[in-house]
């Protein structure tokens, strides 16, 4: 081996050494002597949804790397079992809580309480419309939807050739939360520079009964000719409701990322979807619960979700479903 060839490979070989060292004692849990950081984490609904597979296992990943005591529940999509899990969380002097702030008015008394009584709190997946100036929490661990529903809207009019012609459908499962009313809002603000006029509608989390209720608005308004899921539930459902209807191939985008959107767009049945990475909205806060209770290390807003997937870059995420995806 010729002496260049030797310090090259002598250098690769240290570069690739200290990086590993460097992530194994980033990774390292807390000292012995330091107590578990004592940690809620507040699903805000849909047992068993395949959106929140990523988020719990980010979640749980991040309490063991961490050395957190973590405490994972589910609201079950009801605002005040929410706040009152938040109650509970300070009854039991955790040291942080981590809601969903879905219904602002039911939940800014109880997030104000925790902060008061001395607990982190860090939202995640939605926020309150007016950010950190409209509740207490200290920071946000989600998407930006008013730009992510932009970019969707974008990308369909791109790729179809949407002119004011056509008429988009919107559906999506809880109409009067957060999520979609500034997710339609970024879509609209797409297809307004078209002259496209939409509808959004109300579908629920069960595949089966969205799958019916778009195929039969579909049915009863021939101008739509284009379909943007808002949430998990519809992008997942949008081409086989088409097909339903009797209108297979209609143009579809959304939302999210699980095993049968993913299967979909690699077949060119969806043409995009943003995803929200709910991985880093379970893993993160849990870090930054962890690092604040220890370090004082105040945590940052940050936004996970302006990652648009297609044909082209989807394999990974038919990969990791459920896990990292």
Avoid at 58 to 87: C, P, Q, S, W
Avoid at 184 to 203: F, R
Wanted: proline share 5%; net charge negative.
């Amino acid at each position: 081996m010729a002496l260049n060839t030797q310090i090259a490979f002598g250098l690769r070989s240290l570069a690739v050494a200290t990086t590993a060292l460097a992530a194994v004692a980033f990774a390292q849990p807390a000292a012995a002597e330091d107590a578990p950081v004592k940690v809620t984490f507040i699903q805000h609904c849909c047992s068993g949804a395949t959106f929140f597979q990523p988020m719990q296992f980010g979640a749980e990943l991040a309490a063991k790397t961490f050395n957190v005591k973590l405490t994972y529940v589910n609201a079950d999509g009801d605002a005040a079992r929410h706040a009152n899990l938040i109650e509970t969380a300070i009854a039991d002097k955790q040291d942080a809580v981590i809601p969903t702030i879905t219904v602002p008015d039911a939940l800014n008394a109880a997030v104000k309480k925790a902060r008061d009584a001395g607990l982190v709190v860090i939202a995640e997946n939605i926020d309150h419309p007016d950010g950190g100036k409209g509740n207490a929490r200290e920071a946000f661990v989600g998407q930006d939807f008013i730009t992510s529903g932009k970019m969707i809207g974008d990308r369909m009019i791109k790729t179809h050739n949407l002119t004011e012609k056509d008429f988009c459908l919107l559906p999506v499962e809880f109409p009067e939360l957060t999520y979609a009313v500034r997710r339609a809002a970024g879509v609209q603000l797409a297809l307004k520079t078209k002259n496209i006029g939409s509808e959004m509608i109300g579908t629920g989390t069960v595949d089966a009964e969205a799958l019916s209720t778009i195929s039969q608005a579909i049915l009863a308004n021939p101008k739509i000719t284009c379909i943007i899921g808002l949430g998990t539930t519809p992008t997942t459902v949008a081409p086989d409701a088409a097909a339903e209807a009797g209108r297979p191939g209609i143009p579809n985008g959304g939302f999210d990322t699980n095993p049968k959107i993913m299967k979909n767009i690699m077949e060119g049945k969806t043409t995009a979807t943003m995803d929200q990475q709910p991985f880093w909205q379970g893993y993160l806060p849990v870090m930054f619960a962890a690092f604040e209770v220890r370090y004082g290390l105040h945590p940052a807003d940050f936004d996970t979700g302006n990652n648009l997937i297609d044909k082209a870059n989807g394999q990974k995420a038919l990969q990791y479903g459920g896990t990292f995806r």
